[in-house]
């Protein structure tokens, strides 16, 4: 593509037709969907950041949060007759719908290049190509695989001997390229220029106190290897930081434009406790007045560090509980003791800090009993909230591949998509001995079980509502949980 002009790229977070509110703030796509998760939706932190890097670079960059605006495909594809490229982030459980809205897309300026990064590209990079509507693919990490990328299609270099992408060729064969490394200075990142952001557009979620919030993210990697998870592979198998002044710069930025809360996506925030240290002491030392919240292994934390985190803002923090079962959580390498989640979540009462509890049902060895276990098990804890949904098997997880030794058609990532993400069960048979159709039920069962509870609701009045903001957080919250227990999704 000659240069005649400055190129001009879409960054787009795409609207789907499957559901009002889909969670694509982090670098694998979309993740979480819909009324089971309380209607929230998310910044895209990542496709803002990949939008700040590419303007910065001299791309003339255009942000679009279809999603948030709600703007259908038919209004994206008048829009994008004035670009050269559209780039978009896309997941196994997105990946149909997008690559058909991408096609879409190129029907209306057909001279259009569409490129996508995230989990479906980065392990299924053949069945990605095979798609019409995507013309390169970009594998694991994206922000400078883009930036190269970009530079290609503006006559700079050649855009197919880009590391980190794939492509067809003349005759139509997919070629992918040596990988790019992965980035090991984070702190070179750009913040993300939140101007790119849609004005007017308050996004919201049930587990933020303060608005405007951003969602950020200060690491790559998790040092769990749970068998179900594909952060492992997708981020090389190990945990890189951004540095403490990194993090405390970009708090400051945040604060400045306005941002009251901070959302820290991280697989898991709390692992270096001297990092963890120099942030909690940056935001005390520097006043800085900002709530947030983050992820931790419940063998990763201790009372300590909670209680330094409650002193500099931190409200609630999310743990990966999964299972009620010792023998399903040591199956697929939690790395935790029930007896350790009892004790970090009572701490974390006594501190005053809130907390997440995400929960599986249909774990490789659950049965009818164990899921039964997992919901009283969840109930005991009492973390503030949960959220249930169905153990499904993603490209790059060893649990994957072991549902794809005796069901290889899985590899092209058809039978998954927004529709069923976490309320229909995949495969589950395979490995648990509780069929989908149960699940389907137990998901919902698990729900009412958990928030249908008086002294449940007693509990959460007194300790969330504090003025009318909250009373309206919770109501919005509370009504769409309650509309997906009851009618589903």
Request: glycine share 8%; with cysteine.
């Amino acid at each position: 593509m000659a240069e005649t002009r400055p190129l001009r790229v879409l960054v787009l977070n795409p609207m789907t037709r499957a559901t009002k509110n889909v969670v694509r703030d982090v670098l694998y796509g979309c993740w979480c969907a819909g009324k089971r998760i309380g209607g929230a939706s998310v910044p895209p932190f990542p496709l803002v950041q990949l939008a700040t890097i590419l303007a910065a670079d001299g791309r003339r960059t255009t942000f679009l949060d279809a999603q948030a605006e709600q703007k259908g495909p038919e209004v994206v594809a008048e829009l994008v007759k004035g670009f050269d490229v559209v780039l978009c982030s896309t997941s196994t459980m997105s990946f149909t719908e997008d690559a058909a809205y991408l096609a879409d897309l190129k029907a209306a300026n057909p001279a259009l290049v569409t490129a996508v990064f995230g989990s479906h590209p980065t392990f299924m990079p053949r069945f990605a190509l095979a798609a019409p509507g995507v013309d390169y693919i970009v594998r694991r990490e994206p922000e400078y695989v883009v930036r190269d990328l970009c530079r290609g299609l503006a006559g700079e270099a050649d855009p197919r001997a880009t590391p980190g992408v794939g492509y067809r060729d003349d005759a139509g064969e997919p070629v992918l390229n040596p990988e790019y490394p992965f980035i090991e200075d984070l702190d070179a990142l750009p913040y993300p220029d939140v101007d790119f952001l849609p004005p007017g557009i308050h996004y919201f979620n049930p587990i933020v106190r303060r608005l405007p919030y951003m969602t950020a993210t200060t690491s790559r990697g998790c040092p769990g290897k749970c068998t179900f998870c594909t952060a492992p592979a997708f981020d090389g198998g190990r945990v890189r930081f951004a540095s403490a002044g990194y993090v405390l710069g970009l708090i400051r930025y945040l604060r400045g434009k306005g941002y009251r809360e901070v959302y820290f996506r991280d697989d898991t925030f709390f692992v270096k406790k001297r990092r963890d240290r120099e942030i909690c002491d940056g935001i005390r030392r520097e006043n800085l007045d900002v709530t947030w919240l983050a992820n931790a292994r419940v063998s990763g934390i201790d009372p300590e560090t909670m209680e330094m985190a409650g002193k500099a803002g931190c409200h609630t923090i999310k743990f990966g509980i999964e299972s009620g079962s010792q023998a399903i959580l040591d199956g697929m390498r939690k790395g935790y003791r029930l007896e350790q989640a009892h004790a970090i979540f009572r701490a974390a009462r006594r501190l005053g800090m809130n907390t997440h509890a995400h929960v599986m049902l249909g774990n490789p060895g659950d049965t009818a009993a164990s899921v039964e276990d997992t919901i009283e098990y969840v109930k005991a804890l009492a973390p503030t909230t949960a959220t249930f949904g169905i153990c499904t098997p993603y490209p790059g997880t060893p649990l994957f591949e072991s549902v794809a030794e005796k069901h290889p058609e899985i590899r092209d990532g058809t039978t998954s998509d927004l529709s069923k993400l976490h309320v229909e069960g995949l495969f589950n048979a395979l490995y648990c001995d509780v069929s989908g159709e149960a699940l389907n039920r137990m998901v919902r069962l698990a729900y009412r079980r958990f928030y249908l509870r008086p002294g449940y609701m007693l509990t959460l009045a007194a300790r969330q509502v504090r003025n009318l903001d909250d009373l309206k957080r919770c109501l919005i919250a509370g009504t769409r949980v309650l509309d997906f227990v009851f009618r589903g999704a």
